[in-house]
């Protein structure tokens, strides 16, 4: 099977500069070793992004923003724009988290303006969805999916689509050590396909679908060979650089 995985590590609120730093310096030499096929983003803290911009030594290799706001400048304590990411050469933003969603409050309407912003500056937007184990079991799963798409792509322009990605993130997943079968992955990747087909008239094929929800060096193979399954958004076991380096190795799958 041949196809070129995406590896992304968000770092959530984990490992000071020194931290940062050293795990670069680590992961740089693991890059110069071995022979990676795949694309990795690293979404570090705020703090690593500008020592972090521009020091991988492969060109596969990117910077992601876990936050902004969709404003340009102003009285926004606290927050940090898109124009800011963009003038130190952050290549990803991640939008939509569920951890945004519950512990800060971030609801669809503010989703859909981060996403407009980010799909009209430079940095490419990773879109998370997912469910709850609740809404999963009184089989709310699709529809809940298809809301958030919904509402989060809202008046998006199709021709932007390229620039998208979708992370599918099940809420009882992450952190949790439960990962989702094969079986739910494949389905539930394939709905949110249908979900994007329908929204853009077909014009969403390529669109490529991450999974997250505790993906580690035990799992990566086997969820990295479902067939519509583009890539891994991954916590926990991102933040091991052994861990992290046996994934990447894992998803090489040309
Ligand atoms: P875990 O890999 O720790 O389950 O976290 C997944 C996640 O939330 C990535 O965004």
Redesign the pocket.
């Known amino acids: 099977m041949k196809k070129r995985m995406i590896v992304?590590a968000?770092w959530?609120m984990n490992k000071n500069l020194s931290e940062a730093i050293e795990f670069l310096e680590k992961l740089n030499f693991h890059i110069d070793e071995n022979d990676s096929q795949s694309s990795v983003i690293i979404?570090p803290p705020f703090i690593g992004l500008e020592s972090l911009a521009g020091k991988f030594n492969s060109n596969n290799f990117y910077l992601g923003s876990q936050n902004f706001y969709y404003e340009e400048s102003g009285a926004f304590t606290g927050e940090v724009s898109i124009s800011m990411l963009e003038h130190i050469g952050i290549d990803y933003a991640?939008i939509g988290?569920?951890?945004r969603r519950s512990l800060f409050y971030e609801n669809d309407n503010l989703i859909n303006k981060k996403i407009r912003s980010c799909l009209a500056s430079s940095i490419n937007p990773i879109l998370?969805i997912g469910e709850s184990l609740e809404q999963r079991d009184s089989s709310l799963t699709e529809n809940t999916l298809k809301n958030q798409l919904k509402s989060g792509l809202k008046n998006i322009d199709a021709l932007k689509l390229d620039k998208l990605m979708i992370?599918y993130?099940p809420i009882w997943?992450?952190?949790?050590?439960k990962t989702a079968t094969v079986d739910q992955i494949y389905s539930t990747h394939q709905q949110i396909k249908g979900i994007l087909n329908e929204l853009f008239n077909d014009e969403s094929h390529d669109l490529p679908i991450l999974y997250?929800?505790?993906?580690?060096d035990k799992n990566a193979k086997e969820i990295g060979m479902i067939d519509n399954v583009n890539g891994?958004?991954?916590?926990?076991?991102?933040l091991k650089i052994e861990t992290f380096c046996e994934i990447i190795d894992l998803c090489n799958f040309n």
């Not at 997250?212 to 580690?216: A, I, K, L, P, R």
């Open positions: 992304a968000n959530k979404f991640i988290h569920s951890e998370c992370a993130e997943a992450i952190g949790t050590g997250g929800g505790s993906v580690n891994f958004l991954i916590g926990g076991a991102s």
